[in-house]
């Protein structure tokens, strides 16, 4: 990994989430959702997994039914992982696992990648702690997230001070995420999208919440002099120009995206060769089939 790809301040993100460890529960409720959505997911699959690795589960604390025989939570933070007790706890940086190769059936992480900076090599390194077979289900913040927040900064900071820095985390898209998967090995890799919109008083109490969760800004290039008073006031107010619904209330976008894939395996489905189809398409839709350039009739 060159500097040009250290996008996040690691040190940053860990001080953050053990500095939240204390009051998380009153600000969790984003972590929470989504780690029951993704234990619902794992409902959908007809099979049972006897060792789980969840990472991020200091914070969202994945558990899947039935309960498995050795289940190990990964966080970044001892802070947060000193909350659980149901599980082996490991203090681990995803982007440096600590797993041998093959050593779980099920490796989850809720809302803890969007502060990797290799994410191809974390995922890389995660399908190789796969056993043959294994499954992987990520929920990740993606690109829409906070995404008026962004919007009320950035007008904030230009109007007040000729100049603009970052203020929320760049993350992935959809197509990214999908390519991702495919680079990093991953077999019958599916993305899709969840949107969850929250709304606040004002953008303050917003801000507390993202402080309270260990969300803050962690981008390596942040202006770390702190935000000046007149812009932090001009951000409030574009806010709530910007996005106050009828209350007076705002809105907060998280958009998560969603990574399922299996770690490969000889019996696993795979496409068929083209040109192996037994039957025609034109005969299961009734109607001629054309020749490639043909007007139809």
Known sequence: MTDDAVIFDRTAVRRH???????FDAHDFLHREFAERLADRLGDVRRSFDTVLDLGGGAAAVTPDPAPRTLVRAD??????????????VAADEEFLPFADGSFDLVTSCLSLHWVNDLPGALIQIRRALRPDGLFVAAMLGGDTLIELRRAFLEAEAETTGGTSPHT???????????LLQRAGFALPVVDTDTLTVTYSDMFGLMRDLRGMGETNAVTARNRRGLR????????????????????RIQATFQVIWLTGWAPHAEQ???LRPGSAGARLADALDTEEKPAGDKAG
């Open 76 to 89: 970044l933070s001892p802070g947060l992982l000193r909350r659980r007790t149901d599980a082996l706890r």
């Open 269 to 271: 489905p795979r496409a």
């Open 169 to 179: 985390s760049p993350v992935a898209d959809v197509p990214d995420a999908g390519a």
């Open 229 to 248: 008073r007149e812009t932090l006031m001009a951000a409030a107010a574009r806010y709530h120009d910007l996005y106050a619904d009828g209350d007076g």
């Open 17 to 23: 989430r053990d500095r939240a460890a204390d009051a």
